[in-house]
């Protein structure tokens, strides 16, 4: 069964560090892998997709994502963390060749950022 | 351009009452999906249309849920009756291609709350 982890809760990181926001991801073929956000009382933002080519991927914000097939892994990573990065993100993943285009998300990690 | 509509943005209702949630997706989107994040876990999906078929309806959790999507514009879930399971945010999505590996469009979701 395709499945998404998203390991930690929350993740405090001070403003100007950098961050992680980790995921590992189980499918039974290639996978289409998906960042969102979710700010405060809004709908869920795209942040970026991996479908396939360079392993690092770069989105919205500033944000990247780097795929690891041996690791099964999408970790999101950004250099320098704004406060207003604080938000609950969530990654989700969509089977390669499945016949739906449904998405499996993991349960959302919380970002927050200590000025 | 528009975003992804969702009326109403909350709704409290009594055991055993009816509900029904209305989605509005970006126009020209052939594709909507109807999701709901229950109690802080992770978002699940409940169906997909395409225009007006539904593609699947593996994710919906028995029949007192009823999806809609007359004339493969906007979509409509019934709640009939309601349990106080069934509280939670759901979201409705739209993407614009089947078969392409577009990005889902998220709206802001409706909060329902089931007393």
């Known amino acids: 069964a395709q499945s998404v982890a998203q390991p930690e809760d929350q993740v405090n990181v001070a403003e100007g560090n950098p961050l992680t926001v980790k995921c590992t991801y189980s499918?039974?073929?290639?996978?289409?892998l998906f960042w969102y956000v979710q700010y405060p009382n809004r709908g869920l933002q795209f942040l970026l997709k991996?479908?396939?080519?360079?392993?690092l991927v770069k989105g919205s914000y500033g944000f990247e994502a780097e795929f690891n097939k041996s690791q099964t892994s999408f970790h999101l990573k950004k250099p320098s963390a704004l406060v207003s990065d604080s938000a609950l993100y969530f990654c989700a993943v969509r089977d390669h060749g499945g016949a739906t285009n449904k998405l499996i998300f993991g349960t959302g990690t919380l970002l927050a950022v200590q000025p | 351009e528009a975003g992804v509509t969702q009326f109403p943005s909350h709704s409290v209702i009594e055991k055993g009452q009816t509900v029904t949630l209305r989605c509005d997706p970006i126009?020209?989107?052939?594709?909507l999906y109807w999701y709901r994040r229950v109690m802080g876990k992770e978002i699940k999906f409940l169906l997909h249309f395409v225009k007006e078929s539904k593609q699947d309806e593996s994710g919906m959790p028995n029949n007192r849920f009823l999806a809609e999507r007359t004339g493969g514009t906007y979509s409509t879930l019934k709640v009939q009756p309601a349990e106080l399971e069934d509280s939670g945010v759901y979201f409705c999505?739209?993407?614009?291609?089947?078969?392409?590996?577009?990005?889902?469009?998220f709206g802001p979701g409706t909060r329902l709350t089931v007393l």
């Open positions: 499918v039974s073929g290639n996978p289409y």
């Open positions: 126009s020209g989107h052939d594709n």
């Open positions: 999505a739209s993407s614009q291609e089947w078969g392409a590996v577009d990005e889902q469009f």
């Open positions: 991996y479908i396939t080519g360079d392993n």
